[in-house]
């Protein structure tokens, strides 16, 4: 999510939370410790990249239905604005608490893994970057401090990261260094109640990720780099906004395909130009939206709130798609968006409506912080049951992560972005009205 979306009063949010719900989900079920399979079969199977992407289509379906209504007027700059105060106020409280939660681990002496120089692969959080802060500091150059430090900051970069390992000699690509020959793999002693990691290989190096405080924010930065070209694509006719769909999904098939980068992790999933096809898939999916609007189709809210659960069904069984399943189920979601935002507004005074899109919103408001927020619960997991990895990786102990995880949630969504988004609201009024006096003024002077 980016998992990033308006939280203003319009008809649009007052649908798919619960959708926007599962897709967070998926990716807290990717990060549960040990990868333990969850018990539910229908459950937990999706791979967290592919709901990642289908939030960056939900992103560009949510994205272009703004820019077409309330920002529609004038510059760019509210919707640039009103884009920034929705992702970094979490997004800080997260970094900071994850820097606290850091230093906490590092100073009570906890060592979750024990290793040499080198910390397990695949683990992103921050109980292993205390200890990759604390021991493997030294193996950061200028140049990676520099980066590192921005890349915090502004979010921008952090998707690139993830394609670079810091060594005693600089940086170099993932691809140069040639991980997969020297990464080790995972052992458990003989009482089994312990993972240990063993390197293959005795080269001092770390890929740069791990020194991420808030490692799953690199979606973020591909977001706002979208945000940045939004409202400029918005601008592209139809027939030229295909043409850049099917060239940038063509090169990622291409590329990924038939070339090396396929192997790699950051080329599948966090390589921008490989991404932005699904965004484009998400404003396409609006303009299919635009023309039910203009259209003679009468969808009832049976239709709307059927194509919404059928989305749910379709994730949920994810495992049970055919091949290729990633792409059926991303044209699922660009087939399905229009018809469950397709709204009638003779139904948007019923009572059960409401309180049903009240509380299907609450759910899609809980997804971008349950979503950049969750590694905070799995690191305290990690610190308070080290010795104990059989309970995390059985269902109760997931259960308790994930309860954890959207209580968190929930504590950042009332006492962080609510304070944010009721300025938000304001913001937007004044500067609708402000735009709208002028327009006044402009044609009192024509006159």
């Not at 507004?345 to 759910?363: E, G, N, Q, Y």
Request: net charge positive.
């Amino acid at each position: 999510m980016c998992f990033n979306f308006s939280l203003t009063h319009d008809v649009s949010e007052k649908i798919l939370g619960v959708f926007r719900l599962l897709l967070a989900l998926f990716v807290l079920l990717g990060h549960l410790p040990g990868l333990a399979d969850w018990t539910n079969p229908l459950f937990g199977r999706m791979n967290a990249g592919i709901a990642v992407q289908a939030f960056f289509i939900l992103s560009g379906f949510y994205m272009a239905m703004i820019l077409a209504g309330k920002y529609s007027l004038g510059s760019p700059k509210s919707f640039y604005y009103s884009r920034l105060l929705k992702i970094f106020p979490i997004y800080y409280a997260v970094l900071l608490s994850g820097v606290i939660i850091c230093l906490l681990i590092a100073t009570v002496g906890l060592d979750i893994y024990e290793y040499g120089n080198n910390p397990p692969s695949g683990y992103d959080y921050p109980s292993v970057i205390s200890n990759v802060f604390f021991k493997s500091f030294g193996l950061l150059d200028p140049l990676s401090i520099v980066l590192l430090l921005l890349s915090h900051i502004f979010l921008i970069g952090q998707d690139f990261v993830y394609g670079l390992v810091t060594t005693p000699t600089g940086i170099t690509t993932v691809g140069e260094f040639r991980m997969t020959e020297v990464f080790g793999s995972f052992a458990v002693d003989a009482g089994g109640g312990e993972v240990r990691w063993q390197p293959r290989s005795n080269v001092p190096y770390m890929t740069l990720e791990k020194y991420l405080f808030v490692p799953q924010a690199w979606s973020l930065g591909l977001e706002l780099m979208f945000y940045a070209m939004a409202p400029f694509l918005l601008r592209i006719k139809s027939a030229g906004l295909i043409g850049l769909t099917v060239l940038f999904l063509a090169l990622r098939l291409f590329m990924l395909e038939l070339t090396d980068l396929g192997l790699n992790g950051f080329f599948q999933y966090k390589f921008f130009p490989f991404e932005l096809g699904f965004f484009l898939i998400g404003i396409l999916s609006f303009k299919c939206y635009q023309f039910l609007e203009d259209s003679d189709f009468d969808l009832t809210s049976r239709h709307r709130y059927g194509a919404a659960l059928l989305l749910c069904v379709v994730a949920l069984c994810y495992d049970l798609l055919p091949d290729p399943k990633n792409w059926i189920f991303f044209s699922a979601v660009a087939i399905l968006l229009p018809i469950s935002f397709k709204f009638d507004s003779s139904i948007a005074s019923m009572p059960k409506s409401v309180t049903w899109d009240r509380i299907d919103r609450f759910l899609g408001d809980l997804s971008y912080p349950l979503y950049i927020s969750h590694l905070l619960v799995v690191a305290a997991a990690y610190g308070l049951f080290q010795n104990q990895m059989r309970f995390l990786g059985r269902s109760i102990g997931q259960t308790t992560i994930i309860l954890v995880s959207i209580v968190l949630a929930a504590v950042l969504l009332r006492f962080v972005q609510g304070p944010i988004d009721r300025y938000r609201w304001r913001y937007a009024q004044v500067a609708t009205e402000t735009r709208a006096e002028r327009r006044r003024k402009g044609r009192n002077k024509g006159r």
